[in-house]
């Protein structure tokens, strides 16, 4: 994993001269050689959160945008994914993108300073989960309790903050799901089995409608089989 996908390429470049398969998992490095690169699907989770939010506005009104790290892949192809989703809603005027840098407590400050300056915001699209709580709180103190807000994550935190009508959706974005992937694909990789060098990790937008399948415990949850993720 990589929040600074160039910051780790020195490492990774030692280890692939001494000739040890590396799986690359969750955010993509910028160079290095990997047997197989485990990551979610960014650009669409970003996408079908978007559309979900703008849709529940009615397709018109205000939004702003919580990023991530600037330059972190996660970050940059979410926030793709809600741009995506803006040109098919004309109506919908973004006031501000801001990063947040997945800080809870530094979304809370931008939102907060944007509600300042902008008195009517119809919902927030957020890089993360973290953000969008720090997004809330800062409506909640407001008194904007009608703004929507989305995020990506699906952490159980969120899914109770949906089924309580804090937090409109999420996007499935499974840790879970791709640690088991990633090391099926290590183990597959020692094992000279084939192992595709690029594998997506799909998911789900999360609302009231389906959070049950996921307030199931870590501890009770089961590995996809990898026919299942990889075809």
């Known amino acids: 994993m990589a929040i600074d996908p160039r910051g780790v390429v020195p490492a990774i470049e030692k280890v692939n001269g001494s000739g040890?398969?590396?799986?690359?998992?969750?955010?993509?490095?910028a160079a290095g050689k990997f047997a197989s690169v485990v990551v979610a699907d960014d650009y669409n989770l970003g996408l079908d959160v978007a559309r979900y939010l703008l849709r529940s506005i009615g397709g018109k009104g205000?939004?702003?945008i919580l990023e991530g790290v600037k330059g972190s892949t996660t970050s940059d192809e979410r926030v793709r994914g809600f741009h995506k989703a803006l040109t098919e809603f004309p109506n919908v005027k973004v006031l501000a993108s801001q990063p947040a840098n997945y800080q809870r407590l530094q979304a809370l400050q931008v939102t907060e300073n944007l509600i300042q300056t902008n008195s009517n915001i119809d919902g927030v699209l957020a890089a993360a989960d973290v953000m969008a709580f720090g997004a809330i709180e800062a409506f909640e103190a407001a008194g904007h309790k009608q703004t929507k807000i989305v995020g990506i994550g699906g952490v159980p935190e969120s899914v109770e903050a949906i089924k309580a009508g804090r937090l409109l959706a999420t996007s499935e974005f499974n840790?879970?799901?791709m640690g088991c992937i990633a090391t099926m694909a290590a183990v597959r990789t020692v094992r000279k089995q084939a192992v595709p060098p690029n594998i997506i990790i799909k998911g789900v937008v999360i609302d009231?409608?389906?959070?049950?399948?996921?307030?199931?415990?870590?501890?009770?949850?089961?590995?996809?089989?990898?026919?299942?993720?990889?075809n």
Not at 20 to 29: A, C, Q
Request: hydrophobic share 30%; proline share 8%; charged share 30%.
């Open 20 to 29: 040890i398969p590396v799986i690359n998992y969750n955010d993509r490095v």
């Open 62 to 64: 205000n939004v702003i």
């Open 175 to 177: 840790g879970y799901k």
């Open 208 to 230: 009231k409608s389906n959070t049950t399948s996921f307030e199931l415990p870590a501890d009770k949850r089961q590995c996809p089989k990898w026919e299942e993720i990889v």
